[in-house]
């Protein structure tokens, strides 16, 4: 898998809470036993948390923002981790 990023931008608190989200296309040069998971930062959700992508097929995955009404305003960051065994 290609290492990025993924940026859903700048959200300034106005009481409201906030959601949005990215999609990311997964495509294998194999068949592949994805699992996909978040690191340092609770409000990033993806779609599926596992699965499997044949060799000659791709899976776009929805990775999902929720942003409750009282969060501060600043930078967030955290991990996407895609991992992929062969299978």
Known sequence: LTK???NFGAFLNDGRSV???RNIIIK???D???RV???GFDFITPEENSFIVKKD???ELAINLN???NISNGDYEGELIIVSKMI
């Open 4 to 6: 990025g990023s993924l």
């Open 19 to 21: 959601s949005g989200g």
């Open 28 to 30: 294998p040069n194999h």
């Open 32 to 34: 592949a036993f994805i």
């Open 37 to 39: 998971k978040v690191e």
């Open 57 to 59: 097929e791709s899976r």
């Open 67 to 69: 942003l409750p009404e």
